[in-house]
């Protein structure tokens, strides 16, 4: 039986959807929302859908936008020459907090995972290809999705995909995280790792 | 600078107000609510709503409830002269929970907290007061406040203002929680499970 009225209990059930959030935090949620004041409920239920409705992806490098072109595809000083491809726009927050980077990005939206329904046609490599077609300044791409095996299958996918064009396809390096243990590395990532070694 | 439309910018601000959503949970949920359909968008936020606002205080009691009577209050089968004051509504779910207890509750919303901008007359103790004195069948108070300098400083005040009246108002037992270990034991907690031992 449930002790909870049903509006509460809707809410309960929509709140424990969200990613990283299990039944016992949606209902200390639930029962946050609840003590707040309305108009605090009413400024996060529009909030929510305002992000929602207001937001697109940008035509040219797929990230998330309220423009036709996003901020970073629309910036004349970012150098047009270069694309990291991402698997989600988070990465290209993660990336852009670096400052190091001054290349344009490609949010794929995913990655290869069988698994897990995901197809290599449910992910924008579609977008990417014809969008490497369509502008040939193009010099590299850097294929920046995760150091997971999908993550490695999909950059593989990708390696082989563009390299008959003959732009220059490049991944980012595995190794041991600065600051990190030798004792304490995976062996995955030692052997990477090694293989990457280079001369002083 | 911020790299966000200001939607998701405001979105990253709303949710980050929720009760353990620090800036980077919100961060992820943010950009969860965005990839999500439309329509499911849609439904948590009017969840957030529908649950607010159908929501009130039950008029015995002060726990949530869609109707003047919680579903508790309302049950002829709960013993009504036993009153058990938790500090919020997710107490009450827990209590409930044990099927231990029979009894009827009183929410407070809150405890006595001055460092946090909590006084007596913020949470509900005139109610409770106000409840007893017009339920003279109420035979005993069991003051299940947390075991916190907080829950305990309004269990005692609790007492001492509910006593002159000549109903029996009692406390629930600290002690050593069933399954643990004395050597993890804090002293407090020892020292009460002491003081509160009792013969075989």
Redesign the interface.
Do not use: C, I, W, Y
């Given at each position: 039986m449930s002790?909870y009225?049903?509006?509460?209990a809707?809410?309960i059930?929509?709140?424990g959807?969200?990613?990283?959030v299990g039944p016992k935090?949606a209902?200390?949620?639930?029962?946050?929302?609840?003590?707040?004041p309305?108009e605090?409920?009413?400024?996060?239920?529009?909030?929510?859908?305002?992000?929602?409705?207001?937001?697109r992806l940008c035509k040219v490098c797929q990230n998330?936008?309220?423009?036709e072109l996003c901020?970073i595809c629309g910036d004349p000083k970012r150098d047009r020459s270069t694309i990291c491809v991402v698997e989600?726009?988070?990465d290209?927050?993660t990336m852009?907090r670096m400052r190091d980077y001054n290349g344009l990005y490609h949010v794929l939206?995913g990655v290869y995972s069988p698994l897990n329904n995901v197809e290599l046609d449910s992910i924008k490599i579609k977008e990417l290809i014809q969008r490497l077609r369509e502008n040939p300044d193009t010099k590299e791409v850097i294929i920046a999705t995760n150091q997971t095996a999908e993550g490695e299958a999909t950059a593989m996918y990708l390696g082989r995909l563009i390299k008959p064009s003959g732009i220059k396809v490049t991944r980012i390096a595995s190794g041991l995280p600065m600051g990190s243990d030798l004792e304490y590395a995976d062996d995955v990532t030692l052997s990477k790792a090694m293989q990457a070694r280079h001369e002083f």
């Open positions: 002790r009225s049903p509006s509460v809707k809410l059930s929509e709140l959807k969200l990613p990283g935090s209902q200390r949620l639930a029962f946050h929302v609840l003590s707040m309305q605090e409920v009413k400024s996060l239920s529009e909030a929510l859908m305002d992000a929602r409705t207001s937001t998330f936008t309220d423009q901020s989600n726009p988070r290209v927050a852009e939206h």
